[in-house]
């Protein structure tokens, strides 16, 4: 492959993060700006007005770059880059995000789920490096995951495997943003960690979290207040840790694979989720499984996403 280096696109739901990162996985320069929220059609044009900025802080040029590769919420479809209509994204829907890039820029272009994407970022050069067969989850807003076998990511026929955040752990659970109810991502995300903070804080428990309004109980808030020692942040996380624990175990016992990695912003919180989640493990999944299948915290921090973009090209 041409060039010296990639650039990495991160989208998210309200930031995204471009970088430009070299065949050895480190980003040779970075910038986040708030995701336009005008449509696709704004928001791809800002990216190509984003490229010679990058370009310049990174003293390359344009011949310098082999590509650009797209890690973006789906649903999508890697083999075009056609994004369908991802719910954290006004105004999108069927978007040819792969081929309006590459009009705009000049340069091959790469789409991919952001889940997927950050797999490959952590087998790259990350927790998963050496790793043949793992399971890749991200905890955050949302809850998504990125299978690789055999050394290779897994896209099922239609491209949407990894919707881990998608599995029914809670039959009567409360209803998932996709519409559907007791779904793992409706119980331990981001948002279900704040709500049921928000609840315990409503039963009059003793606890910190009762000085925050309810706007500002967040998961970051909980997560803050859990490893402060407050006993209902603690419970709040374990619950989460839970149910995060059986869908693993599920997918321990059906996969076998030798790695679990988790990383997200609400996995920051260290052994307050790692502990639980492992116990569940041993305690729900077959023993001959869980005893190979090694789970550890994500190791690329922030970058995770545009690395991992940046390996859809690079792979």
């Not at 309200?14 to 430009?20: D, F, H, M, N, P």
């Not at 007005?49 to 770059?65: F, I, K, M, T, Y």
């Not at 995000?97 to 340069?107: E, F, I, K, S, V």
């Not at 690329?300 to 545009?306: A, E, F, R, S």
Request: negative net charge; aromatic residues 4%.
């Amino acid at each position: 492959m041409g060039g010296r280096a990639v650039v990495g696109i991160d989208i998210g739901g309200t930031k995204t993060l471009s970088a430009v990162v070299d065949n050895q996985g480190r980003v040779l320069a970075r910038h986040r700006i708030e995701t336009p929220q005008q449509g696709p059609e704004a928001f791809v044009a800002v990216l190509a007005q984003e490229l010679g900025q990058l370009l310049l802080q990174a003293g390359l040029r344009r011949e310098d770059v082999a590509g650009v590769g797209v890690g973006a919420p789906g649903p999508l479809d890697p083999r075009t880059g056609v994004v369908f209509e991802p719910p954290n994204l006004t105004g999108w829907r069927d978007v040819p995000l792969q081929d309006m890039l590459q009009r705009l820029t000049g340069l091959p272009a790469h789409v991919e789920n952001d889940a997927n994407a950050a797999a490959l970022g952590e087998v790259w050069i990350g927790a998963g490096v050496g790793a043949r067969d793992l399971i890749y989850m991200t905890v955050s807003t949302g809850i998504g995951g990125g299978l690789i076998f055999d050394g290779d990511l897994y896209h099922g026929v239609s491209g949407y495997a990894g919707e881990i955040g998608h599995m029914t752990v809670e039959p009567e659970g409360p209803i998932c943003p996709c519409g559907r109810r007791g779904h793992l991502e409706a119980v331990a995300a981001g948002p279900a960690i704040a709500r049921m903070a928000g609840e315990a804080v409503r039963t009059g428990r003793t606890t910190r979290l009762s000085a925050f309004p309810p706007e500002a109980l967040t998961a970051a808030a909980v997560a803050e207040a859990a490893m402060a020692g407050d006993t209902v942040a603690r419970e709040v996380y374990e619950r989460a840790a839970r149910y995060i624990g059986l869908a693993l175990a599920s997918l321990i016992n059906v996969l076998n694979p030798e790695l679990v990695i988790i990383g997200g912003g609400v996995s920051k919180v260290g052994d307050l989720l790692f502990g639980p989640v492992r116990r569940v493990v041993r305690e729900r999944a077959y023993e001959r499984t869980a005893d190979v299948a090694k789970i550890v915290p994500a190791a690329l921090g922030d970058d995770v996403g545009v690395i991992g973009a940046a390996a859809v090209v690079y792979r």
